[in-house]
């Protein structure tokens, strides 16, 4: 069973950083892509950052670029999101997604989901 869990979330001032984590399990890293989307209050769920393991590929929305990192660290089965310079419009939940097929970065290319981890960014 693929289980995606994320840690690392909370209140962070603004400039601020903070360094998310998703640890998989039920499946290795090693050739897969894995994305990081985040859900604003009132907004529609969005993908920010994803990456391909196999070769360390990235795609980043105009959002984020610049200011966060994807990562993986397939001996730990783990992605991480650096997040830097963090914006009070950061404010949001954030999903691990295991996707379906590379490159891709959106709703559509989810296969599974973590639960979330809430960020909040204060002014």
């Known amino acids: 069973e693929v289980q995606l869990v994320e840690s690392g979330g909370g209140l962070v001032q603004a400039g601020g950083s903070l360094r998310l984590s998703c640890a998989a399990s039920?499946?290795?890293?090693?050739?897969?892509?894995i994305g990081w989307f985040r859900q604003a209050p009132g907004k529609e769920r969005e993908g920010i950052s994803c990456?391909?393991?196999?070769?360390?590929?990235?795609l980043q929305s105009d959002s984020v670029k610049g200011r966060f990192t994807i990562s993986t660290d397939n001996g730990k089965n783990t992605v991480y999101l650096q997040m830097n310079s963090l914006k009070p419009e950061d404010t949001a939940v954030y999903y691990c997604?295991?996707?379906?097929?590379?490159?891709?970065?959106?709703?559509?290319?989810?296969?599974?989901w973590g639960q979330g981890t809430q960020v909040t960014v204060s002014s």
């Open positions: 990456i391909y393991s196999g070769d360390g590929r990235t």
């Open positions: 997604a295991a996707l379906d097929r590379w490159p891709a970065c959106s709703l559509g290319d989810v296969g599974s």
């Open positions: 039920g499946f290795t890293l090693d050739s897969y892509s």
